[in-house]
Structure formats: C-alpha cells, structure tokens
C-alpha cells in the first residue's frame, strides 16, 4: 500500500502544484498569495503570482501595474511518509496605474508578463501549475 500511496501522492501534488488567492485592498490595489508545492520552488510560486496578478489587472479592464509590495517564503505543511513537505509562499500587492499616474512609464504591462497567448490565460483563469 505505501509504495502505491507515496507515488500517487506525488503525482497529485504536481498536477496542482499551485493554488492562488486574490483579495481586494481598494478599487486600484489587490493581494495575490500564491502557496506552491516544493517542486515550484521560490520562482514557481513567483511566476504564478505574477501571472495571476496580470490576469487581475486584465480582468479589471486595466493593462499597467505595479508591485507595491512583494514577500516570498517557505512554510512546513505535512509529512508524506517519513519525509517533511514544505510549501513556497509568495505574496504580493499590485497596484493598477492609470495613464497619468506617474508611474504609469515604469509600471509592467499585463499582457507583456502573459506574452502571446495573454487571451486564453485570462480566459483560462488563474493556473495552478507553476
């Protein structure tokens, strides 16, 4: 049973290796929290919210953002078998710009951090892979 359990286990935890919230601060600022599994790494929970925050800004009819604030970590959630699982964090607090906000030339584009296929991603909804 065990050598069928720990496999399947993996398996399930790298076909939905990410799960992201969003909450809304004000009309043009929100928090993304992305949790992902040990097989994202740092840069996978990163790359998720970041996709997730462009989708948001999209989906708000806006293109331009900024990250007012950013934090990354790593939190123990479980054993699987005899080994520890730990889960990547990532938290991040965009900023939607308008055209005449002065950081609207610095800010990120949202349908440059999707590239080219930005439509399908928003259609598609937040990922959960990394």
């Given at each position: 049973?065990?050598?069928l ?6 398996m ?6 990410a ?23 740092k840069?996978?929970a990163?790359?998720?919210?970041s996709?997730?925050a462009a ?6 009819g ?9 934090q990354?970590?790593t ?5 699987v ?5 730990s ?9 939607m710009?308008e055209?005449?906000d ?6 990120l584009?949202a349908?440059?951090v ?16 990394c």
């Open positions: 049973m065990n050598r359990f720990i496999p399947l286990t993996a399930i935890s790298i076909a939905a290796c799960s992201t919230s969003v909450q809304e601060m004000s009309k043009s600022m929100f928090q993304v929290q992305t949790t992902a599994a040990p097989v994202c790494g840069s996978g990163a790359k998720v919210a996709k997730v989708i948001e800004v999209i989906r708000r806006g293109d331009k953002f900024v990250l007012a604030s950013s990354a970590g939190s123990f959630s479980g054993f078998g005899y080994t520890a699982i889960r990547n964090n990532r938290g991040i607090i965009v900023k710009v055209p005449d002065p950081e609207f030339s610095d800010a584009s349908r440059e999707l590239g080219e296929n930005w439509e399908k991603q928003v259609k598609r909804g937040k990922p959960s892979t």
